[in-house]
């Protein structure tokens, strides 16, 4: 658990350790699980699952695990609001600067959702919506996302959502995609070579210290978005995902 905040209210902390231990064994677990994972007595942590449950931030399923409850649904799609909300200043820049459509996705149930979008003045631009749930596998979103994490990691969730190709060029098997997490690691942005959309090229970089995995991306077609292009919209992508971890750091 993260050090205790000065003058913090504990049975408040107590509550965030657990959903935060639930979070990261995957959304459910048991409650020997937890009692394994904190230092909470037992009859602490089920009197504050209890009340958990009863607040819908937390379900217990017929096999009596605890799984994360709806009411959290509601939470969560207001953080990314602003969190899309923060991140718009910086997405307009990139936007101004290389006349493309810029996005801002973050890591949601082994999917990635996009959170944020300035749209590209181009007739001909990229089509993804606020809102939009698309796999980790095939978008330059999802796979710098996916280089934060390790081989593990990356292979359960592409286990549990499975790896369709929508086009010819998606990446179809696991041993393809942690070689080009490898090279995204080595060179720091990712690329979607028209592997979501035929003829749509994207680049996209993880958001350093970001509450939550998120990164952002510039795309558009392929006759505008070159190699010339990368070598402009690259530096400037370190550029914007760097600020935007700074204001979220700063809130």
Same mark, same amino acid.
């Given at each position: 658990?993260?050090?205790?905040?000065?003058g913090?209210?504990?049975?408040?902390?107590?509550? @965030?350790?657990?959903?935060?231990?639930?979070? *990261?064994?995957?959304?459910?677990?048991?409650?020997?699980?937890? %009692?394994?994972?904190?230092?909470?007595?037992l009859?602490?942590?089920?009197?504050?699952?209890?009340?958990?449950?009863?607040?819908?931030?937390?379900?217990?399923?017929?096999?009596?695990?605890y799984?994360?409850g709806?009411?959290?649904?509601?939470?969560?799609?207001?953080?990314?609001?602003?969190? +899309?909300?923060?991140?718009?200043?910086?997405?307009?820049?990139?936007?101004?600067?290389? +006349?493309?459509?810029?996005?801002?996705?973050?890591? *949601?149930? *082994?999917?990635?959702?996009?959170?944020?979008?300035?749209?590209?003045?181009?007739?001909?631009?990229? @089509?993804?919506?606020?809102?939009?749930?698309?796999h980790?596998?095939?978008?330059?979103?999802?796979?710098?996302?996916?280089?934060?994490?390790? *081989?593990?990691?990356v292979?359960?969730?592409?286990s549990?959502?499975?790896?369709?190709?929508?086009?010819?060029?998606?990446?179809?098997?696991?041993?393809?995609?942690?070689?080009?997490?490898?090279?995204?690691?080595?060179?720091?942005?990712?690329?979607d070579?028209?592997?979501?959309?035929?003829?749509?090229?994207? @680049?996209?970089?993880?958001?350093?210290?970001?509450?939550?995995?998120?990164?952002? %991306?510039? %795309?558009?077609?392929?006759?505008?978005?070159?190699?010339? @292009?990368?070598?402009?919209?690259?530096?400037?992508?370190?550029?914007?995902?760097?600020?935007? %971890?700074?204001?979220?750091?700063?809130?």
């Amino acid at each position: 658990m993260a050090e205790k905040a000065a003058g913090g209210v504990q049975s408040v902390e107590r509550v @965030f350790e657990l959903l935060e231990l639930i979070t *990261d064994a995957g959304g459910d677990v048991t409650l020997s699980e937890l %009692s394994s994972s904190t230092d909470l007595p037992l009859p602490t942590i089920h009197r504050l699952l209890r009340t958990l449950v009863t607040l819908g931030y937390i379900r217990q399923l017929p096999n009596r695990r605890y799984a994360l409850g709806p009411r959290l649904i509601r939470l969560g799609e207001g953080a990314n609001k602003q969190l +899309g909300a923060l991140a718009r200043p910086q997405l307009k820049s990139l936007v101004d600067r290389l +006349g493309e459509t810029s996005n801002m996705a973050v890591l *949601d149930s *082994d999917m990635v959702i996009y959170v944020a979008q300035v749209p590209s003045l181009h007739s001909m631009r990229m @089509f993804t919506e606020v809102g939009r749930r698309a796999h980790t596998h095939d978008t330059g979103v999802g796979k710098a996302i996916l280089a934060q994490l390790d *081989d593990e990691a990356v292979r359960g969730i592409v286990s549990r959502t499975g790896m369709p190709t929508p086009t010819p060029k998606s990446i179809g098997d696991i041993d393809a995609l942690l070689a080009d997490l490898k090279l995204i690691r080595e060179r720091g942005y990712s690329i979607d070579e028209e592997e979501q959309e035929l003829g749509v090229r994207c @680049f996209a970089m993880a958001v350093p210290n970001a509450p939550t995995p998120t990164a952002i %991306s510039v %795309s558009g077609p392929v006759s505008r978005v070159d190699k010339s @292009f990368a070598d402009r919209a690259v530096p400037l992508l370190r550029e914007a995902a760097q600020a935007i %971890s700074d204001e979220f750091n700063q809130n």
